[in-house]
């Protein structure tokens, strides 16, 4: 294993808001940074050293990409694993594709969580309209029909009740493949977000409640309100998932707390989360330098938290009150570079730390 000392170029795939955060800390760091992505004046290339604006696609800009940097990590996990084999020859790859194949697919990805022992909702594959029918007959409803790839922030998918007409609910999903989940009525949602090393050394942030609006995060509260023996059952979760999927990088695992204090997986996400803003503020480790450490083959930072925190999203024209939210010295504001306010488009978050024996407050 060769350690890639600072003055070393990390090349990130992908170029969002996670793109950006990771450059920052890398940079401060003392590394360089090539994105590569579609974007031209994207988030994550306005705070870069170099950008490459293309397809995922093109070979003759991967290879460009791939020669200018010591490692290749990502900051968005839809990236093709055709585009991270490829790269892979070349230079190393952190995620490896392999992982992303399991994580980009919601049937494979709960199939492997299961596996593990690990409980999830009930669900089941659906690749036609009989199938939905046999599927809701199965698991009953309420139950959501997700598409097995792509979809978030609530995209992708449909609330099935007893009174939903199938026929129209297939159509809206367009004979996408998809699995028909059961309902949870959960009490909290929360995620784990755990790095690991190339040594396969792990180390895990504390759980953290996570609040939705119109199925976007709105606010995350650091830590979830649960006792102690469940938090610690969800860092375990998160730290067998990562480590059978031999992970080197970062992954957040998404859970449901039940009312009957059972932990459920519901989706993995292997790179830096908006669930894990807050460690800017409240940790020694950040999530962000935390994977620049992993894929670069250094020792693991610190997660432990010296601060409860929240963080909230500003989605939207919700960034117009920025000045609003600068006038209170306690807040941490983070602004993404992003030329235009769209609804449902996460333009930035803030930050509120509180003493660690003080519940954290949205």
């Not at 306690?330 to 803030?350: D, F, I, Q, T």
Request: aromatic share 6%; glycine share 8%; charged share 20%.
């Amino acid at each position: 294993m060769t350690t890639i000392a600072p003055g070393g170029t990390i090349g990130i795939l992908g170029d969002g808001q996670l793109g950006r955060m990771m450059a920052i800390a890398a940079a401060e760091m003392g590394y360089f940074v090539h994105v590569f992505g579609p974007d031209e004046m994207s988030p994550a290339a306005q705070v870069s050293h170099r950008a490459t604006i293309a397809s995922y696609g093109d070979k003759g800009a991967l290879e460009a990409f791939a020669k200018s940097v010591d490692v290749v990590t990502l900051e968005f996990e839809n990236i093709p694993t055709d585009t991270l084999d490829y790269l892979a020859r070349h230079v190393p790859v952190r995620p490896h594709a392999k992982l992303l194949e399991i994580t980009q697919d919601r049937l494979l990805e709960k199939t492997f969580v299961n596996k593990l022992g690990i409980s999830t909702a009930p669900f089941t594959n659906v690749q036609s309209i009989g199938d939905l029918v046999k599927a809701v007959s199965q698991i009953r409803t309420p139950a959501i029909l997700k598409t097995r790839r792509l979809g978030y922030d609530g995209k992708g998918q449909v609330k099935i009740t007893g009174a939903s007409d199938l026929d129209a609910v297939w159509a809206e999903m367009k004979d996408a493949p998809s699995i028909l989940e059961g309902f949870v009525n959960f009490r909290l949602e929360i995620s784990v977000i755990v790095a690991r090393s190339v040594t396969g050394e792990i180390a895990a942030y504390c759980p953290v409640e996570n609040r939705h609006k119109n199925h976007i995060l709105d606010v995350t509260l650091a830590p979830a309100d649960i006792p102690p023996h469940l938090a610690d059952r969800a860092v375990e979760i998160a730290g067998k998932i990562a480590a059978k999927l031999d992970l080197v990088g970062l992954i957040a695992v998404e859970m449901f707390v039940t009312r009957d204090n059972q932990i459920l997986v519901n989706e993995l996400a292997p790179r830096p989360h908006n669930s894990g803003h807050w460690t800017i503020e409240g940790c020694a480790s950040s999530q962000f330098r935390q994977i620049i450490r992993a894929v670069c083959g250094l020792p693991l930072g610190d997660p432990a938290r010296h601060s409860n925190a929240m963080m909230r999203n500003l989605i939207g024209d919700q960034i117009d009150g920025w000045e609003k939210l600068l006038a209170d010295p306690a807040n941490s504001l983070h602004l993404y570079g992003k030329r235009e306010a769209r609804p449902g488009r996460k333009m930035g978050h803030v930050t509120k730390l509180f003493p660690l024996k003080e519940k954290p407050k949205a």
